[in-house]
C-alpha cells in the first residue's frame, strides 16, 4: 500500500514559481511510474507531467518550457517545479503513482495563480 502526501501549494501571482513536493511511503514496483495531474471545478482531470523510472519525461503542451519535474528515488519524491505561472495554471494537482493495475492518488494541493 502506498501513501502520497502533497505539499507546496499556495497563492501566487502571475509569472511567479512554485514546487510542489508528493512524498510516498510503502512498497512501490522499480517500474512505477510518477506522475501530476491537475482539475479545476466542472472540468476532467488533466495530465501534466509524468516521469518514468528510467528517466523519460512527458509534460502537457501547456506547461512545457515553464514546469519541471523531476524525483528523488532515495526519498521517494516527486517534485513539480513550476516557473512563469499563469491564471489558466489555478487547480488543485495531485500527485499520481502507478505500475500495472495499481494506481494510487495524493489528496491534492491547491495552487491559485493571481492575475
Known amino acids: 500500500q502506498v501513501q502520497l502526501v502533497e505539499s507546496g501549494g499556495g497563492l501566487v501571482q502571475a509569472g511567479g514559481s512554485l514546487r510542489l513536493s508528493c512524498a510516498a511511503s510503502?512498497?512501490?514496483?522499480?517500474?512505477?511510474?510518477m506522475a501530476w495531474y491537475r482539475q479545476v471545478p466542472g472540468k476532467q482531470r488533466e495530465f501534466v507531467a509524468r516521469?518514468?523510472?528510467?528517466?523519460?519525461?512527458e509534460y502537457v503542451d501547456s506547461v512545457k518550457g515553464r514546469f519541471t519535474i523531476s524525483r528523488d528515488n532515495a526519498k521517494s519524491t516527486v517534485y513539480l517545479q513550476m516557473n512563469s505561472l499563469k491564471p489558466e495554471d489555478t487547480a488543485v494537482y495531485y500527485c499520481?503513482?502507478?505500475?500495472?493495475?495499481?494506481?494510487?492518488w495524493g489528496q491534492g494541493t491547491q495552487v491559485t495563480v493571481s492575475s
Open positions: 516521469m518514468l523510472r528510467d528517466g523519460r519525461i
Open positions: 499520481n503513482v502507478y505500475w500495472g493495475t495499481y494506481d494510487c
Open positions: 510503502g512498497r512501490m514496483s522499480s517500474t512505477a511510474v
